[in-house]
């Protein structure tokens, strides 16, 4: 696997536990991060995209397909724009800039290894 798969593949790993801790004990999670306990299914819902999208870049890293690691730096990095904007408007606690935060970084660093690899460098 390339250093550019595998940092999409990191990715799709921390989604994996994200999805099945969303899916499994929400509440812990969102407690974690001063939001409140909730029993409405869509907290479960969301866990469930996480883990499809944790499929999607897991497969994708497997099979090396470069220009969905490049989609993901722009979608990835656009993360926390919507997150930054959800907490001015009042519609989330700040606690949610921090995985916005964590979506920023995976960017960058599947960017600078991208950069890298067209330089004929791994980073």
Do not use: C, H
Not at 23 to 40: D, R
Not at 61 to 83: D, H, M, P
């Amino acid at each position: 696997m390339s250093y550019n798969a595998r940092t999409v593949f990191v990715f799709g790993i921390y989604l994996v536990v994200l999805g099945i801790t969303l899916i499994a004990v929400p509440n812990l999670l969102l407690s974690a991060f001063g939001f409140p306990a909730t029993n409405e299914v869509w907290i479960r819902v969301v866990g469930m995209l996480v883990l499809i999208l944790a499929f999607y870049y897991s497969q994708a890293a497997r099979k090396e397909l470069t220009v969905f690691f490049q989609w993901t730096v722009y979608a990835r990095a656009s993360v926390i724009v919507f997150f930054l904007t959800f907490v001015v408007l009042g519609f989330a606690k700040a606690a949610l800039i921090l995985f916005g935060a964590v979506d920023l970084l995976g960017a960058i660093w599947t960017g600078l290894a991208l950069r890298s690899s067209s330089k004929g460098v791994r980073a």
